[in-house]
């Protein structure tokens, strides 16, 4: 890697398929790819994660993360997440909450099961008010529900990695210079 490359990409992954995305920037971009995990995972059983997760959207807990971060190493975070309840997962807002994101480029990406990112990119706006929030891209991944996981592999793999170029030429051309 480019020492002076001074990127991270940030996701959390249940299924692999925001992990799926997060490799193919990473194909892109450099940088390092962060995983970002609980001290406490979350239920294997998709009801009990649905239910926990509601949960915590509604008491506005912070699940606690494994995962440390130095972000004063970087200057530019991509931040990649699934759409879980139509918003942001917890681990997400803890990540966003517990760092210093002042100044810092922030580039959003998403996958969900077919009903978009909801309100997962405005809320990463109303958290990082002193970052430079950049235009996210989101697509389609998983239908965990319907006992679909990975879904982002072979020819779709194919699809996102050019519907991606598309986005972060257009980024560069507005405002991410690398
Ligand atoms: C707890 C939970 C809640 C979810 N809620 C939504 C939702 O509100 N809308 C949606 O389109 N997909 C929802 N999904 C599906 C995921 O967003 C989708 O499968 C995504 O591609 C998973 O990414 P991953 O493989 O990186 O974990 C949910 C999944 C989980 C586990």
Not at 25 to 33: C, E, R, S
Not at 34 to 45: A, D, G, R, T, V
Not at 120 to 144: M, Y
Request: aromatic share 8%; proline share 6%.
């Amino acid at each position: 890697q480019d020492d002076n490359n001074r990127t991270a990409i940030i996701y959390l992954s249940r299924t692999k398929n925001t992990e799926a995305v997060a490799k193919l920037i990473q194909a892109k971009v450099g940088g390092d790819l962060i995983q970002l995990e609980l001290q406490k995972p979350y239920p294997e059983n998709y009801t009990a994660i649905v239910a926990q997760v509601a949960k915590e959207n509604e008491t506005g807990h912070l699940p606690p993360l494994k995962t440390a971060v130095e972000v004063a190493q970087y200057d530019t975070l991509f931040i990649g997440f699934p759409t879980w309840g139509m918003q942001l997962p917890p681990p997400i807002k803890s990540f966003l909450k517990s760092h210093d994101l002042k100044h810092k480029v922030i580039v959003p990406f998403n996958t969900h099961a077919g009903y978009g990112v909801g309100s997962g990119f405005n809320q990463i706006k109303e958290l990082c008010p002193n970052s430079l929030v950049l235009e996210g891209f989101s697509v389609k991944g998983g239908v965990e529900r319907d006992g679909i996981f990975l879904a982002i592999k072979e020819e779709k793999e194919q699809e996102v990695e050019q519907l991606l170029a598309k986005w972060l030429a257009k980024l560069k051309t507005n405002q991410y210079e690398k």
